[in-house]
C-alpha cells in the first residue's frame, strides 16, 4: 500500500509540474449546451498530445459531446461550474471492439491521463438510454435487449480505459451514466479520489468497476448508485486484481456495497478495504465471491459501518461455469458496526433491487458459503457489533435444523446472500469451511426470533472466543452440524 501511495503521489505531481494548460475555448468548443463539440475536443485532445501533453481546461459552461478518446499525457480539466455533457443521440457514441464496450470517454494502451476538477460530467444516461431503445425498436441498432432494456455494452458509460497506466481521477462529480459509470480493465496505478459518484439514472448503474487492475486505490469518495458501488471483476484468466486500496467512502447501492467476484476468472488478491461506510443497501455490505474458477486470497476489511442493510459479509465459492478451480482463502475481516433493518432497505429509490429475491425472513447478517470441493479457508472475524430486527417467523418457512442437508448447494447459480432463500440463522451460517477464527461478536435482535443465533454445517477447526449474544426467544446461541474441532471459549 505504501508503494501505490507513492507511485500515485509522484503521478500526481509530476503531471500537475510538466502540464501546459490549454483554454477549451482556444479550439472553438462551445459552453452553450447546445453545439455538438465532438470534433473539436478531440482536435484538442490530439493537438495537447502531440504537442507534449498539458490540460485541457474548460471554464463554466456546459459542453456538449459524443465519445472522446483520451491520449497519452492528455488531462481533461473541469474548473468549479463547467458541464461535460454527454450527447442525447445514440449515434454519436463509439464503442471498443473485444471487449464491446460504449461509453463517452474512451482510452486504450495509453498513459497519463485524468479527468480533474471540481466540474461534472453528466452523461444524461435516463434519456440516452431511452433513444437507445427507439433505434433498437427501429432495427438501427443490433442489440439482444434482454429485461426490457438495452445491453449493459451498448448503453453508454462515462469512462471506460482498457490497458492503460497512470490514470488519476478527482474531485469531480460523475453523473447519470446510461450503464456502468466508470470502468478501468486491465489498467494499472489508477487513483481515484474525492469524487461524487450520482448514478441511479436507470439499470445497471455500478459506481466503479475495476477488472484485473493493478495498483489502483479508491479514496475519499461519495457513490449513490443503481446498482454495485464498489466492484471488481476478473475478465481474464491470465490476470488478477492486485493491490487494491478501497478506503475512506461512503456508498449507498440498490444492490451490493463492495464486491467482487462476478465475474471471477483470474482472481483478487492483496485488497485493503479501510474504513468504509455503507447505508440504505440492498444486498451485502461487502460480498466477496469465488465461484468462476478464479481466486480471493489475502483481502484484509477493517472498520466499517453498516447501516439500513439487507446483509453484512457474504462469503461465497461457487462453480458458476463449471469451473472446478476456485478458492477462497486468508481473508480478515474485523471492527463493523452493522444494523440488519426489517423493511426493505432500498425501499423509496427509483430502481429498487427485486423484492422476488429476498426470502421472507430477514438474512442471518454473516453468511459463509463454500461447497463440499470448494471450502472457505481461513477467514477471521473480529470486533463486531450486529444489531439485527430478528422477527423470523416459521410460519413462512422453517429449515428444521435436522434437516440442513435440504438446503441447496446451487453452485451454478448467480451469488447473493438471498440466493438460499430460507436460512436456519439469524446471525452467522456457515457451511463448507475451515480453519475459522471468531472473537469478540456482540449480537442482539429486536424481536423474538426462532431461530439459533450461529449454525454451522461441515464446518471443521473453528474458535469462537468472547461471544456476547442477546437474542429474543429460547432458541439456543449455537446449532452444529456435521462439524468437527469447534472450540467455544466463553
Same mark, same amino acid.
Given at each position: 500500500m505504501r508503494k501505490l501511495f507513492i507511485i500515485s503521489l509522484l503521478f500526481v505531481v509530476t503531471i500537475n509540474a510538466s502540464a501546459k494548460d490549454y483554454l477549451a475555448s482556444y479550439f472553438g468548443i462551445h459552453s452553450d449546451g447546445l453545439t455538438l463539440n465532438t470534433r473539436s475536443i478531440q482536435f484538442a485532445i490530439n493537438y495537447i498530445n502531440q504537442n507534449g501533453g498539458g490540460r485541457l481546461v474548460f471554464h463554466v459552461g456546459r459542453y456538449l459531446t459524443g465519445t472522446l478518446h483520451m491520449r497519452s499525457n492528455v488531462?481533461?480539466?473541469l474548473e468549479e461550474g463547467a458541464v461535460l455533457l454527454g450527447s442525447l443521440n445514440p449515434f454519436d457514441y463509439e464503442a471498443r471492439v473485444n471487449p464491446f464496450m460504449t461509453s463517452l470517454l474512451l482510452a486504450d494502451s495509453v498513459q497519463n491521463i485524468g479527468v480533474t476538477g471540481k466540474g461534472i460530467i453528466d452523461g444524461q444516461g435516463k434519456q440516452v438510454a431511452r433513444n437507445y431503445v427507439d433505434v433498437i425498436d427501429k432495427g438501427l441498432i443490433k442489440d439482444k435487449?434482454?429485461?426490457?432494456?438495452?445491453? !449493459?455494452? &451498448?448503453? @453508454?458509460? !462515462?469512462i471506460y480505459f482498457r490497458g492503460c497506466k497512470n490514470i488519476i481521477i478527482k474531485n469531480v462529480l460523475l453523473k447519470n451514466s446510461a450503464s456502468w459509470n466508470q470502468t478501468y480493465d486491465q489498467c494499472k496505478n489508477v487513483t481515484v479520489d474525492s469524487i461524487t459518484v450520482d448514478n441511479v439514472a436507470f439499470w445497471n448503474e455500478d459506481g466503479i468497476d475495476i477488472i484485473?487492475?493493478?495498483?489502483?486505490?479508491?479514496?475519499?469518495?461519495?457513490?449513490?448508485?443503481?446498482?454495485?458501488? $464498489?466492484?471488481?471483476?476478473?475478465?481474464? @484468466?491470465?490476470?488478477f486484481c492486485n493491490n487494491i486500496f478501497i478506503r475512506n467512502n461512503t456508498i449507498r447501492?440498490?444492490?451490493?456495497? $463492495?464486491?467482487?467476484?462476478t465475474v471471477s476468472r483470474g482472481g483478487f488478491k492483496n485488497i485493503? +478495504? !479501510?474504513?468504509?461506510?455503507?447505508?440504505? &443497501?440492498?444486498?451485502?455490505? !461487502? &460480498?466477496l465471491q469465488a465461484v468462476d474458477g478464479g481466486f480471493v486470497e489475502n483481502i484484509i476489511v477493517d472498520s466499517l459501518q453498516?447501516?439500513? &442493510?439487507g446483509n453484512a459479509i457474504f462469503l461465497r465459492t461457487g462453480e458458476r461455469w463449471g469451473e472446478k478451480t476456485a478458492r477462497m482463502n486468508t481473508i480478515t475481516i474485523k471492527n463493523v458496526v452493522v444494523e440488519i433493518p426489517a423493511i426493505k432497505p432500498d425501499a423509496g429509490y427509483l430502481y429498487e433491487g427485486p423484492i422476488e429475491d429476498m426470502p421472507r425472513n430477514i438474512s442471518p447478517g454473516i453468511i459463509i458459503t463454500g461447497l463440499p470441493n470448494k471450502k472457505i479457508n481461513g477467514v477471521e472475524i473480529s470486533n463486531i457489533v450486529m444489531k439485527h430486527a430478528g422477527g423470523g417467523n416459521a410460519l413462512f418457512a422453517r429449515v428444521a435444523l435436522d434437516k440442513l442437508d435440504s +438446503?441447496?448447494?446451487? @453452485?451454478?447459480?448467480? @451469488?447473493?446472500?438471498?440466493?438460499?432463500?430460507?436460512?436456519?440463522?439469524?446471525? $452467522?451460517?456457515?457451511?463448507?469451511?475451515t480453519n475459522l477464527k471468531f472473537s469478540n461478536i456482540t449480537m442482539s435482535t429486536d424481536k423474538k426470533d426462532f431461530r439459533n443465533a450461529v449454525v454451522l454445517d461441515d464446518v471443521q477447526k473453528v474458535q469462537f472466543a468472547g461471544m456476547k449474544v442477546k437474542q429474543q426467544g429460547e432458541s439456543k446461541i449455537y446449532y452444529t452440524h456435521n462439524s468437527s474441532e469447534v472450540n467455544i471459549k466463553e
Open positions: 488531462v481533461l480539466h435487449f434482454r429485461n426490457g432494456r438495452p445491453e !449493459i455494452e &451498448t448503453r @453508454p458509460m !462515462i484485473d487492475c493493478d495498483s489502483v486505490s479508491v479514496t475519499n469518495s461519495f457513490f449513490d448508485v443503481a446498482d454495485d458501488g $464498489i466492484c471488481l471483476k476478473s475478465h481474464d @484468466p491470465k490476470f447501492s440498490s444492490a451490493n456495497a $463492495i464486491k467482487f467476484g485493503r +478495504i !479501510i474504513n468504509n461506510k455503507v447505508y440504505d &443497501t440492498y444486498r451485502s455490505a !461487502i &460480498t453498516v447501516f439500513n &442493510t +438446503i441447496p448447494e446451487l @453452485p451454478s447459480k448467480y @451469488p447473493e446472500f438471498s440466493m438460499f432463500k430460507e436460512l436456519p440463522a439469524w446471525g $452467522i451460517y456457515v457451511r463448507h469451511a
